[in-house]
């Protein structure tokens, strides 16, 4: 089975886009987020046309929005409004091998790294905490997060640690949230089971660098993760790079998991 997760930014904007990622990872399953679309206008036959028959999605008009695609039979799962915003950031699902599938759209955060003098990264922060506290009280079980977090934690998830350290996306406070988040429900990341740590890895390029590749200054903001009970079954990563250099891309590229049966 092969989970893909992508920032679409815009999915009516990027179908054809979509329709390409599908062509060349062929995942079973699509964690879509800023699918930027109400409910009403969500491209369901397009998506189907991709051979995506089961749908789930949760969307407002130009912002935020999640959905998840899949070509194999899914059920609703738990989910919450976060921070009690009601701006679809969360939607889940069961697979039908019983795993949990959950798809996040964690806040930018806005510019300023200081939640006293910025709400957005306030919001960001008290997200990252509102995760912690709802997966630590769960039993382990099989479970899959992926998303768009908007935290690149490592230091060769960003092009230059000693530069963004002050740079939203890369702060100590961020990271240690994101952290802790992980530590509360023993999540493991396995894009990084697969490309050793040491080793610079980005999804995710500024529109601001209309030359990209160009320097290369990107971030690793795309992750999925897995519980311990679902280590023995993870089989191999992909992110697929190329994408950012596609016609009318997305900012953010896809990144894909395979997991054994």
Same mark, same amino acid.
Request: with cysteine; glycine share 6%; proline share 7%.
């Given at each position: 089975?092969?989970?893909?997760?992508?920032?679409?930014?815009?999915?009516?904007?990027?179908?054809?886009?979509?329709?390409?990622?599908?062509?060349? &990872?062929?995942?079973?399953?699509?964690?879509?987020?800023?699918?930027?679309?109400?409910?009403? &206008?969500?491209?369901?036959?397009?998506?189907?046309?991709?051979?995506?028959? /089961?749908?789930?999605?949760?969307?407002?008009?130009?912002?935020?929005?999640?959905?998840?695609?899949?070509?194999?039979?899914?059920?609703?799962?738990?989910?919450?409004?976060?921070?009690?915003?009601?701006?679809?950031?969360?939607?889940?699902?069961?697979?039908?091998?019983?795993?949990?599938?959950?798809?996040?759209?964690?806040?930018?955060?806005?510019?300023?790294?200081?939640?006293?003098?910025?709400?957005?990264?306030?919001?960001?922060?008290?997200?990252?905490?509102?995760?912690?506290?709802?997966?630590?009280?769960?039993?382990?079980?099989?479970?899959?997060?992926?998303?768009? &977090?908007?935290?690149?934690?490592?230091?060769?998830?960003?092009?230059? /640690?000693?530069?963004?350290?002050?740079?939203?996306?890369?702060?100590?406070?961020?990271?240690?949230?994101?952290?802790?988040?992980?530590?509360? /429900?023993?999540?493991?990341?396995?894009?990084?089971?697969?490309? +050793?740590?040491?080793?610079?890895?980005?999804?995710?390029?500024?529109?601001?660098?209309?030359?990209?590749?160009?320097?290369?200054?990107?971030?690793?903001?795309?992750?999925?993760?897995?519980?311990?009970?679902?280590?023995?079954? &993870?089989?191999?990563?992909?992110?697929?790079?190329?994408?950012?250099?596609?016609?009318? +891309?997305?900012?953010?590229?896809?990144?894909?998991?395979?997991?054994?049966?």
């Amino acid at each position: 089975m092969r989970i893909a997760t992508w920032n679409i930014n815009s999915l009516r904007l990027r179908m054809p886009a979509l329709a390409e990622v599908c062509n060349k &990872l062929n995942p079973d399953v699509v964690c879509l987020q800023e699918t930027k679309v109400t409910d009403e &206008l969500f491209p369901e036959i397009d998506v189907r046309a991709l051979g995506f028959e /089961h749908i789930l999605y949760s969307g407002m008009k130009s912002y935020n929005g999640v959905a998840i695609l899949s070509k194999l039979p899914i059920e609703a799962a738990q989910t919450r409004d976060w921070c009690g915003k009601g701006d679809c950031r969360h939607i889940s699902a069961t697979l039908p091998d019983g795993t949990e599938l959950h798809n996040f759209y964690v806040p930018a955060g806005g510019d300023i790294p200081d939640p006293e003098e910025n709400e957005k990264f306030a919001h960001k922060l008290d997200f990252l905490a509102e995760m912690r506290d709802w997966f630590a009280p769960m039993k382990q079980a099989p479970r899959i997060l992926v998303g768009d &977090l908007n935290i690149a934690p490592l230091e060769t998830d960003v092009w230059s /640690h000693k530069q963004l350290l002050k740079v939203v996306s890369h702060t100590p406070v961020e990271v240690e949230g994101l952290g802790a988040v992980m530590e509360a /429900h023993d999540w493991i990341d396995t894009t990084r089971r697969f490309v +050793p740590p040491e080793e610079e890895l980005f999804t995710w390029w500024s529109y601001r660098n209309r030359t990209w590749p160009g320097s290369n200054r990107g971030r690793r903001l795309d992750h999925i993760w897995a519980t311990p009970a679902l280590e023995g079954r &993870l089989v191999g990563a992909e992110v697929l790079t190329e994408a950012r250099g596609w016609e009318k +891309p997305s900012d953010h590229v896809p990144v894909a998991l395979d997991l054994a049966d």
